[in-house]
């Protein structure tokens, strides 16, 4: 596993020492007066494939709170973080047992809610995976209405560690005393800078979960083509179809340095999923760290059950981002806009 980012909470500590000794453009110095300090809690799903060691590190206040999405293997129902179901899945998907996933439900949400508030939080920013991939942010809705506490609701149009990157930047913002409104529009801006790239063997699963069309599915299956696709507005889009299954993973490869390379020297930030095919995984990512030297290395984990339900064996996926960030917002009655830096964000060990 490659890894050399500091463990979570020293992480956030010396990333907060630094935000806050930062003077911050259109501000006036300190006073001296107590600054007032919003407590804003986090809420997220289980698709955000955040690392497992840095969600127990920020669930221990109840400053994030990770709700599991279910998978239905056959007739059993699994919660994604609950059980381990990597293994199951995989032998059904092998064996073409019926795979399928659900929303979480609104009673989840309005429970993790009602524990914010409990904890102490003032107000709630609830970040989802893509609402044209599930119904979760629809469910976070319904549950939002049914609290006192105010919750603000992300659908990020996204999914994976792009979606994870937008949380891990409004846990950093809710801990640096942020208003729910500016910790969301952080966490937006984010998710709006991350791609997701990926390669699948097949199209057959995630034709069967809907994901894309059956014509589609057909066409690659009858000519042997090796598709790679990409989350773009919130949907999964072809990008170019491939003859080889190598050629598809060197293709992936190019696509993803081009866009890195695109980026602030230094400021891309990957991170590499895969389901079943680890070692490939770890060929990828030290690929990728040759072909750009000015980056941190990937973060390697393996898809969510959520995901890799629909995505099936052998998925490799790449999200590209940036370490870096700028959250504009409103000042007052005359909306002057401020604008913070934000440094690297946490990539503590999965």
Avoid: C
């Amino acid at each position: 596993m490659i890894d050399r980012e500091p463990a979570a909470w020293l992480w956030l500590k010396e990333h907060l020492v630094r935000l806050r000794q930062a003077t911050r453009p259109g501000q006036a110095p300190p006073t001296g007066e107590p600054a007032v300090v919003v407590r804003t809690a986090v809420v997220t799903d289980s698709a955000a494939a955040l690392p497992a060691d840095w969600v127990r590190a920020f669930s221990i206040n109840g400053r994030l709170a990770v709700i599991p999405m279910p998978v239905m293997v056959g007739a059993e129902i699994y919660g994604e973080g609950e059980d381990d179901i990597a293994g199951t899945i995989a032998v059904a998907l092998a064996a073409a047992t019926p795979v399928k996933t659900s929303r979480p439900s609104p009673g989840q949400f309005e429970q993790a809610y009602r524990a914010a508030e409990r904890h102490g939080f003032e107000s709630v920013v609830s970040i989802h995976i893509s609402g044209d991939l599930s119904g979760t942010a629809d469910a976070a809705r319904l549950a939002a209405a049914r609290v006192s506490i105010p919750v603000e609701v992300l659908d990020t149009r996204t999914v994976g560690m792009a979606q994870g990157l937008a949380v891990q930047s409004a846990v950093v913002a809710a801990a640096d005393g942020r208003s729910a409104a500016e910790v969301r529009r952080l966490a937006e801006s984010r998710a709006a800078k991350t791609k997701v790239y990926f390669y699948v063997p097949s199209l057959e699963q995630l034709r069967r979960g809907g994901r894309i069309g059956a014509a589609a599915s057909l066409v690659g299956a009858m000519f042997a083509i090796k598709p790679i696709l990409a989350v773009d507005g919130g949907k999964i889009v072809p990008l170019e179809k491939v003859r080889s299954a190598a050629r598809a993973v060197a293709r992936l490869e190019e696509i993803v340095v081009a866009d890195a390379a695109a980026r602030p020297k230094g400021e891309a930030r990957l991170a590499i999923h895969h389901f079943g095919n680890e070692a490939e995984a770890e060929l990828l990512a030290a690929r990728l760290a040759a072909a750009l030297p000015d980056s941190p290395p990937a973060q390697i984990s393996a898809l969510p059950a959520v995901l890799a339900a629909h995505a099936g064996l052998g998925v490799l996926a790449v999200i590209v981002g940036e370490s870096s960030t700028s959250l504009a917002g409103s000042q007052g009655a005359d909306d002057a806009e401020r604008t913070q830096e934000e440094d690297r964000p946490a990539e503590p060990a999965p």
